[in-house]
Antibody, heavy 123, light 109 residues
Framework: QVQLQESGPGLVKPSETLSLTCAVS?????????WGWIRQPPGKGLEWIGS???????YYNPSLKSRVTISVDTSKNQFSLKLSSVTAADTAVYYC????????????????WGKGTTVTVSS | EIVLTQSPGTLSLSPGERATLSCRAS???????LAWYQQKPGQAPRLLIY???SRATGIPDRFSGSGSGTDFTLTISRLEPEDFAVYYC??????????FGPGTKVDIK
């Protein structure tokens, strides 16, 4: 079955760039779907960060757009997130997920999720 | 941006009881592009319902979704011990961003 696994540093210094990768197994990213990132600050709700298609087409949350870059590497069957100029407010569990039921603008519901990775922003 | 409001914030019920969770949108959600997720502590969210009323693969039929426009409901017909969790609604019918509601916690009375 389709599985997603996030990886990356668990600690990032303020003003630096957060970088995470999501490895996909059991399905080829090149076959379709949008692939996205969602985050959840400690004790809070979910925030959609953005999504990407295998062609490289991306959509971002306008609130984060100036700091976010999502990219895809079909040869490695993975996609990545970069978030620049981080602050303590970016401390969260970061999830990658497959987007299904595509409704336009990179949007849909998330039917397969990774387990999440905790990123703390602190000096 | 469509803002989702969920009520109640916390629902205290006993196993076997019926749970009714509400999700209200600040504007109409096109084509009923509304999903529900369940999240347990330390776990990723799990998709329950999409398209307002379609159950995701493997979801028991005690979970049902309804509604359209701005008002949506998730109903759990008879609570099982494993159903005590936080439930989020999500809309995906508008231009970015996809948005989530703040969640409803269903806990044991």
């Amino acid at each position: 079955q389709v599985q997603l696994q996030e990886s990356g540093p668990g600690l990032v210094k303020p003003s630096e760039t957060l970088s995470l990768t999501c490895a996909v197994s059991g399905y080829s990213i090149s076959s379709g779907y949008y692939w996205g990132w969602i985050r959840q600050p400690p004790g809070k709700g979910l925030e959609w960060i953005g999504s990407i298609y295998h062609s490289g087409s991306t959509y971002y949350n306008p609130s984060l757009k100036s700091r976010v870059t999502i990219s895809v590497d079909t040869s490695k069957n993975q996609f990545s997130l970069k978030l620049s100029s981080v602050t303590a407010a970016d401390t969260a569990v970061y999830y990658c997920a497959r987007t299904s039921g595509y409704s336009g603008y990179g949007s849909g519901y998330m039917d397969v999720w990774g387990k999440g990775t905790t990123v703390t922003v602190s000096s | 941006e469509i803002v989702l409001t969920q009520s109640p914030g916390t629902l205290s019920l006993s196993p076997g009881e019926r749970a009714t969770l509400s999700c209200r949108a600040s504007q109409s959600v096109s084509s009923s592009y509304l999903a529900w997720y369940q999240q347990k502590p330390g776990q990723a969210p799990r998709l329950l319902i999409y398209g307002a009323s379609s159950r995701a693969t493997g979801i028991p039929d005690r979970f049902s979704g309804s509604g359209s426009g701005t008002d949506f409901t998730l109903t759990i017909s008879r609570l099982e011990p494993e159903d005590f969790a936080v439930y989020y609604c999500q809309q995906y019918g508008s231009s970015p961003p996809v948005t989530f509601g703040p969640g409803t916690k269903v806990d044991i009375k």
